[in-house]
């Protein structure tokens, strides 16, 4: 999760933060540079960049204090959470919460109330939101320009999507790229490179096509094939979050010349692929990516051989808050995941390091944060777990064959 800016912050004092931070940087690394260092306090505090860091100062100094920060964060936790009776409570008080952006209650960025009912899945919350005036194109500046609607698109949330058009939501290029709509996304890229809205994600717009014919027109643009956004995603790594509906645009941008690294192919289930890279290196087993990226999109078989193939039911991220595979199955509420790993000898009490969170802890967190029933049913089998120390898990060497 972000750092909470506060309530009235000192744009002086981000900048000295910037600088000391500058210092930190260049001992690594001389050739670093004060951009380098703004880029890095701004994503501290949830924002894409450091102008969008600088607006959101000189926006809060230049209107008079309406809500502050701490208010609009309560409210938020409540939306993400979904307690009614708590939102009537404060919109009655207060209703310029309901356009109000503030701090995500879960991870970065500056949202508005009505992104986050829809990332939690809460629709009598959404509801309430859209009767109380809840602007469906929303305030998107400080959200890595991400609109309610392809939230909707994300998240796959098609009943509040339909909403959302039958109210007439704005479609752009994103939101036509997310649909898959070619018929649209060729319309409004007929002016070329300048019809390009900015990258959510700070990243690259080719992330977010979802056709063959979106992927090639995007290049055909300059559209950048090997550029991260601020989650470290390639757009090669963003089709294959899509799971098995990504295959085909992983294939396409395959077969433009773009390499693929073997959890691209675990993502969306590929277990051939991931056969034929075995089979030329057989130590590749080693690479926890592999078997987490599987355990993360749901690929229970491919995670079965990956194990009889010697990879690491222990296995933990390199990144975010470093939980092990068992974290990822116990968030995503996955209970044949999750027994499968605890059956090859996975660590029930790891902890991560961010948050010093068990899988059991993730889980419970879960059941708030992606509104999933089936996370408390695993937090409670997880709970219930006999207490003795657990099997320590078996490593083979890797076999000289791995089809």
Not at 110 to 127: N, W
Not at 182 to 203: E, F, H, I, T, Y
Not at 369 to 384: E, G, H, K, M, S
Request: negative net charge.
């Amino acid at each position: 999760m972000a750092n909470a800016l506060p309530a009235r912050p000192n744009l002086d004092w981000l900048r000295k933060t910037a600088k000391d931070h500058l210092r930190e940087l260049r001992a690594q690394d001389p050739a670093r540079k004060l951009a380098d260092a703004q880029l890095a306090v701004a994503r501290q505090y949830g924002f894409s960049s450091w102008r969008a860091l600088k607006a959101h100062v000189d926006q809060l100094h230049s209107t008079s204090p309406s809500l502050a920060d701490e208010d609009v964060a309560v409210f938020l936790r409540h939306v993400g959470a979904g307690h009614i009776d708590a939102i009537k409570d404060a919109l009655a008080a207060r209703l310029d919460l309901i356009t109000a952006v503030g701090p995500h209650p879960y991870w970065g960025g500056r949202p508005q109330a009505l992104h986050v009912s829809i990332e939690t899945g809460r629709r009598d919350v959404f509801d309430l939101l859209l009767a109380a005036g809840a602007d469906i194109n929303g305030n998107n500046r400080l959200y890595d320009h991400w609109s309610p609607l392809m939230i909707t698109y994300d998240k796959d949330r098609p009943d509040m999507r339909e909403t959302l058009l039958a109210r007439g939501a704005r479609i752009g290029v994103v939101e036509a790229l997310m649909a898959g709509d070619d018929v649209a996304v060729k319309r409004m890229l007929q002016r070329g490179r300048s019809a390009l809205p900015p990258d959510p994600n700070g990243g690259s717009i080719l992330a977010f096509a979802r056709t063959p014919y979106a992927i090639d027109r995007l290049l055909e643009l300059g559209a950048a094939v090997d550029v991260k956004d601020r989650w470290e995603t390639t757009p090669m790594e963003a089709f294959s979050r899509l799971g098995p509906r990504g295959q085909d645009l992983v294939e396409h941008l395959l077969s433009r010349g773009v390499a693929a690294p073997p959890e691209v192919h675990a993502r969306v289930g590929d277990k051939d692929a991931i056969a034929r890279m075995l089979n030329a290196d057989p130590h590749l087993i080693e690479n926890d990516d592999i078997i987490l990226a599987a355990v993360d999109f749901g690929h229970h078989g491919l995670v079965r051989w990956l194990i009889d193939r010697g990879a690491n039911p222990n296995a933990r991220s390199r990144i975010g808050s470093q939980g092990t595979v068992l974290h990822s199955a116990a968030f995503e509420g996955d209970l044949e995941m999750v027994k499968l790993l605890v059956a090859a000898g996975a660590d029930v009490h790891a902890i991560d390091p961010e948050h010093q969170g068990t899988p059991e802890g993730w889980a419970r967190a879960s059941i708030e944060i992606t509104n999933n029933p089936q996370c408390a049913v695993v937090a409670d089998y997880l709970r219930d777990l006999p207490t003795s120390a657990p099997a320590q898990p078996k490593r083979r060497a890797p076999p000289p064959s791995s089809a």
